[in-house]
């Protein structure tokens, strides 16, 4: 796990342009703390520079940036192939020789032998590769197939420049800090900013999945070589006929041969445990591949409804790990977020990153390598959007539309708070499994959107600015890969459509994200076997019955997880990862966020639209709604506006 940088310019002293990529890397240095490096080419104008953390061959072999045998090739890489023994063997009945054991090499020299595209199409894992092909002057750059680790490119005042973080282009003195209103108006519906943009003009993030080829610092080539579209189509139309028990079993080996193959590591490793079923899962096929206890971390907060400690304790307990929790103090969380502009520089509002940070601290003092459960859920329909989308549309589409404004309204008249007050004294009443978290928020999301379409009222649910325009100044909203018809026909049925739209644009955008920019600010490398191609490309053959079933989602995770926790221990409503920004806005916040959505400052920068925004927050401070998701997102821009343009 690394960072990766570098650019294309004009034909430079290597002096020069070594000095240049080091600086760039230098802004990466979490990423990487053990070592750097700079390989240049003084006539082409070219420079890779890299930032190591050392997780395989820590030796001097694993050094990067890595040349080829032949002295063709040189690549920076970032991220971890853990099929890499695998093809390292196969090469080597073809007549390859090793250096090293890393799997850098591996790469480099199925490259060499069996050409780019072909390798691409067999490495196993998450990775971004920077390539520079000596012989032929071009530049591929390439992203693993989900999208775990990031990667940015742009052309700036005529060098092309690419890296790991943003912080690192802008580095560069070409680089223009010109913000895209385009992409700003994006974030704020969804508090991220959608692939392919990034927040500034002139760069953009490279689409997982893809490569692209640049000759002469343009492109040449762009090619998608592996499509979650494709997969998800291909899955529906050729199913899985299995019983429930053979593809309990058969998704159990599936996900132990992914542990197994995260488990590779000459550093220490563990896992996150919230105590949910995704990390449990992860933990409990950890615990049986190992012959030694695993170490796992929890944090947990004292404040009800936002602590997961205990769950995670008990699912420890049962299975034998070697266990480390830590209680967080409101005090000590909110130490984090004057560094949130930093770890994240690019704007991003997912609160959660909180929580992600701490539990990242608490593990790298013991551990390089943690494994955690992200990706069960957009796989195996856990989102209890999904369910209640599917069920809330299908009885709001025997309605007239004039009587679903009218409901909306009348919803609406009702203060959240006092739904949820309402909620809480029939709660008694509604199944452990239907139970939610903030039902008065969700049910006013539901009223807003119930006279649209299916597809409008998954925008709403996944909105946080409805009417962006309204806000952001001088800009438009732009379609996203969500908006591509290809979905639509790929996923008739609306919950497998929100599904596949959650794994393409929030799952990469929003969760991998979090967790990589989180991790790696403490230079811990964060693993994600439910995320492994395999895994998810078997999910999709996965009918949607043993996905989700009686309204419970996730039902055929669960079945694999009740094989190694009892399922009292992991059977509860979903809580999620937060903390109680809403409550911090109202007190201990309150005059942190007052100084940055002061109207005159916001008026004079001239992005944003004061007038809704102080709306909101006096609704918020009143106590009258809960708006902690929308403030959430103007708070994040304009700390990273400070931190990133003043």
Known sequence: MCGITGFWGAAASRDTLVEQGASMARALLRRGPDDAGEWADADAGV???????????????????????????????????????????????????????????????AVRIWGFDATIRRLGGMFAIALWDAERKTLTLARDRIGKKPLYYGVHRGTLMFGSELKALARHPHFVRDVNRDALTMYLRYGYVPTPLSIYNGVGKLVPGTYVVFKERSVADTVMYWNPVDVARDGQRNPHDMSDAEATSSLDQLLRDAVMHRMVADVPLGAFLSGGLDSS??????????????????????????????????????LGTDHTEVYITPDEARTVIPTLADIYDEPFADSSQIPTILVSQLARKTVTVALSGDGGDELFSGYSR?????????????????????????????????????????????????????????????????AGSPDALYRGLVSQWKSPQDVSMRSRELATRADEAS??????????????????????????????????????????????????????????????????????????LYQYVPRELVDRPKMGFGVPIGVWLRGPLRAWAEDLLDPESIRRDGFLNPDPIQRVWRD????????????WVILMFQMWRRRWLD
Request: proline share 4%; net charge positive.
């Open 487 to 560: 979905i639509m026909r790929a996923t008739p049925d609306f919950t497998s459509r929100m599904m596949l739209t959650d794994l393409i644009t929030y799952l990469p955008d929003d969760i991998l994200v979090k967790v990589d920019r989180a991790s790696m600010s403490v230079s811990l490398e964060a693993r994600c076997p439910i995320l492994d191609h395999r895994v998810v490309e078997w999910a999709w053959r996965t009918p949607l019955g043993q996905k989700s079933r009686d309204g419970v989602g996730k039902w055929l995770l669960r079945q694999v």
């Open 47 to 109: 420079c890779l520079a890299f930032r190591r953390l050392a997780i395989l061959d820590l030796s001097a072999c694993g050094h990067q940036p890595m040349v080829s045998r032949d002295g063709r090739f040189v690549i920076v890489f970032n991220g971890e192939i853990y099929n890499f023994r695998e093809l390292r063997r196969e090469l080597e009945g073809v007549g390859a020789a090793f250096r090293g054991t890393s799997d850098t090499e591996v790469i480099l020299e």
């Open 281 to 318: 899962t992860v933990a409990a096929i950890m615990q049986v591949s190992s012959r030694t206890p695993v170490k796992t971390f929890t944090i947990g907060f004292d404040v009800p409804g936002y602590n997961e400690a205990e769950a995670a304790k008990a699912v420890a307990a049962h």
């Open 620 to 631: 918020h401070v009143s106590g009258t709604r809960n708006d902690e998701y929308r403030l």
């Open 386 to 450: 999904y369910q209640w989308a599917q069920k809330i549309w299908s009885g709001l589409a025997r309605i007239p539309g004039p009587a679903r404004v009218m409901m909306s309204r009348a919803v609406h008249h009702i203060q959240a708070d006092t739904w949820d007050r309402v909620y809480d004294g029939v709660q008694w009443a509604i199944p452990h499994r239907l139970r939610v978290t903030s039902p008065g928020d969700k049910l006013h999301k539901l009223a807003d959107i119930a």
